[in-house]
């Protein structure tokens, strides 16, 4: 019997309840495929919050993690491997959606949450082929964080998120500060820490530049 996650504690959400499999393997696949549109509709959770206009979706969000991945030049990891595993790290926020850390919501039950989800998506639509296998060993490469491709992708989570608030501020005139202390510092890849570096220094001139503008 379908069931949908349980309520966690905190704010109420409220998720789509899971999909029950018809054994048709052809009718559950396409169960996935349309599932994945929710990552191309929803809007990331700390831009809505921020009231930012047209926010980003999710899989922008993992689309541009992607692209990072490749133009890393660090010899020491697997690109293809970085690449799809930035494509697949939040694909339970299809059902679960995008938890943001405000929320209250423990790593544990975020974890159980996801992990619920990519059960309902691998098992019960892709009926755990070597597909679906390949998905999971991604989803929990990175959940668990130990290989040097599962760090350098959690590096590029935080070095993306700041990027776009760089650009919601200087888009949009936000004040985003706190997206930048939750990521930038716990940043360990040197080449992210260097692309961090100069991403900070940029958004410093731009402000000292909006200052020296407004008193011009
Ligand atoms: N309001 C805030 N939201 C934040 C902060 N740090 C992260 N977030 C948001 C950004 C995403 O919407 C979500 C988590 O993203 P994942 O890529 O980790 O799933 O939480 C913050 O400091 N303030
Ligand atoms: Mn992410």
């Given at each position: 019997?379908?069931?949908?996650?349980?309520?966690?504690?905190?704010?109420?959400?409220?998720?789509?309840?899971?999909?029950?499999?018809?054994?048709?393997?052809?009718?559950?696949?396409?169960?996935?495929?349309?599932?994945?549109?929710?990552?191309?509709?929803?809007?990331?959770?700390?831009?809505?919050?921020?009231?930012?206009?047209?926010?980003?979706?999710?899989?922008?969000?993992?689309?541009?993690?992607?692209?990072?991945?490749?133009?890393?030049?660090?010899?020491?990891?697997?690109?293809?491997?970085?690449?799809?595993?930035?494509?697949?790290?939040?694909?339970?926020?299809?059902?679960?959606?995008?938890?943001?850390?405000?929320?209250?919501?423990?790593?544990?039950?975020?974890?159980?949450m996801e992990a619920e989800a990519m059960h309902n998506f691998l098992h019960d639509m892709l009926h755990d082929s070597p597909a679906a296998q390949r998905i999971n060993a991604l989803w929990l490469e990175y959940e668990e964080g130990k290989t040097a491709e599962a760090?350098?992708?959690?590096?590029?989570?935080?070095?993306?998120?700041?990027?776009?608030?760089?650009?919601?501020?200087?888009?949009?005139?936000?004040?985003?500060?706190?997206?930048?202390?939750?990521?930038?510092?716990?940043?360990?890849?040197?080449?992210?820490?260097?692309?961090?570096?100069?991403?900070?220094?940029?958004?410093?001139?731009?402000?000292?530049?909006?200052?020296?503008?407004?008193?011009?």
């Amino acid at each position: 019997m379908a069931s949908t996650p349980s309520q966690p504690s905190g704010p109420t959400r409220t998720y789509p309840p899971l999909y029950v499999p018809t054994g048709d393997s052809g009718k559950d696949k396409l169960a996935f495929i349309h599932i994945l549109e929710r990552l191309k509709t929803q809007k990331r959770t700390g831009w809505v919050d921020n009231k930012i206009p047209n926010p980003e979706s999710i899989s922008d969000h993992m689309y541009r993690m992607a692209l990072l991945s490749m133009i890393s030049d660090d010899p020491n990891l697997d690109v293809s491997k970085c690449v799809m595993m930035a494509l697949v790290h939040d694909l339970a926020e299809a059902q679960v959606g995008d938890i943001a850390p405000r929320e209250g919501i423990s790593k544990a039950e975020k974890h159980r949450m996801e992990a619920e989800a990519m059960h309902n998506f691998l098992h019960d639509m892709l009926h755990d082929s070597p597909a679906a296998q390949r998905i999971n060993a991604l989803w929990l490469e990175y959940e668990e964080g130990k290989t040097a491709e599962a760090k350098f992708v959690k590096d590029l989570d935080r070095f993306e998120m700041a990027s776009q608030a760089s650009e919601y501020e200087r888009n949009h005139g936000a004040s985003l500060q706190p997206f930048f202390d939750s990521s930038v510092p716990k940043i360990q890849h040197p080449q992210v820490q260097g692309w961090a570096k100069d991403l900070m220094e940029e958004r410093t001139s731009f402000k000292h530049q909006g200052n020296s503008d407004s008193t011009s």
